[in-house]
Nanobody, 124 residues
Framework: QVQLVESGGGSVQPGGSLRLSCTASGPTFSSSAMGWFRQAPGKDREFVAAISWSGALTNYAGSVKGRFTISRDNAENTVYLQMNSLKPEDTAVYYC?????????????????WGQGTQVTVSS
């Protein structure tokens, strides 16, 4: 069983930055691909970014490409989402997810393990 705990959410003004962290329990983190998803009020959950188990491969949603960076530290069992140039439309609950394969996926149904989510609010 993999348990995921997100942190780092909060409120920020447009143009600001936040870094989300997701720490995993269990010995399989380094062999698991990780993803970040988000869900805005009244909307479906959507893909944000994914990273392979080694960190060599990353994928981003078009809406965040160039502004967000996903990375991981396998020694710390942690995956990060650095979010820069934040916009009001980035406001959502952000979730990290894990799958025990080498590569990430755009689809939430490919991830059996999920964190509880952390709120990000971008507002002036």
């Amino acid at each position: 069983q993999v348990q995921l705990v997100e942190s780092g959410g909060g409120s920020v003004q447009p143009g600001g930055s936040l870094r989300l962290s997701c720490t995993a329990s269990g010995p399989t983190f380094s062999s698991s691909a990780m993803g970040w998803f988000r869900q805005a009020p009244g909307k479906d959950r959507e893909f944000v970014a994914a990273i392979s188990w080694s960190g060599a491969l990353t994928n981003y949603a078009g809406s965040v490409k160039g502004r967000f960076t996903i990375s991981r530290d396998n020694a710390e069992n942690t995956v990060y989402l650095q979010m820069n140039s934040l916009k009001p439309e980035d406001t959502a609950v952000y979730y990290c997810a894990a799958r025990r394969t080498s590569s990430g996926s755009y689809y939430e149904y490919d991830y059996p393990y999920w964190g509880q989510g952390t709120q990000v609010t971008v507002s002036s």
